[in-house]
């Protein structure tokens, strides 16, 4: 199956101050489908013009794509890897790498994100839906009488009762964008998850959390939710 170039950069992400050269190829086994697989990361040392390439642990998506810039504070650029899982879930697969002195370290993974961080979502009386995140117990209150009539009859009595429990969840990260919010040339991390009421398609809104490096990790620093 021939390999394909799906995207690439140019920026100095080893810190020798040359231009570096990024590109990330893949498969494609359905001729007719965006669908690709055997992703991998390849750099070139603009200095020596040695190759390494790094097989991604997650390695088949949708529009894989590449993002240079600092993350870490060190003026390095660093590798920003994203991808679409498809299907009605609307996940995405990303990491962040730092190649500094031609050394590849994760500074980002989607699965250590996911696993780090739990919600309980339950519906509440009244036409109110509270999100609670399970490590810090910050909580949010979301009013889901923009859902309509129909929604709420089959799950609120006339006297805005709930007529049984019922729970949601909030998705696994659907999407991860840097933002330089500072000015300053660094940029933090902007991470959208999707939360669902009593099935997948039954969006209630979309929890937004950003992230900034500190202490050798990216760290949460603000949260905020967005009503659809």
Known sequence: MPVKLLDRKTGDVNGDGIQDFVFLTGTLPFPDSPFRENITLWIQDGRS??????????????????????????????????MFSGGSGGYTYNYVYSFVHNSLNVLFDYEVFNNLYHYKVEYLDGF????????????????IQYKGAEYLAGLYDQNAKLKKPAEGSVNAL????????????????????????????????????????KDHTFQPYDQTIQIY
Do not use: C, H
């Open 128 to 143: 109110k839906v509270k999100v609670t995140a399970v490590e810090t117990g910050n909580s949010y209150i979301i009013d």
């Open 174 to 213: 659907g999407g991860l964008y840097p933002i330089d919010f500072q000015g300053k040339g660094v940029y933090d991390l902007l991470a959208y998850q999707r939360i669902i009421g009593l099935y997948n398609a039954d969006g209630l809104g979309q929890l937004n959390t950003y992230l900034r490096w």
């Open 49 to 82: 013009g040695r190759i390494y390439n790094f097989p991604l642990k997650t390695s088949m998506g949708y529009q894989p794509s590449l993002f240079l810039g600092d993350f870490n504070g060190d003026k390095i650029n660093d590798i920003l890897v994203s």
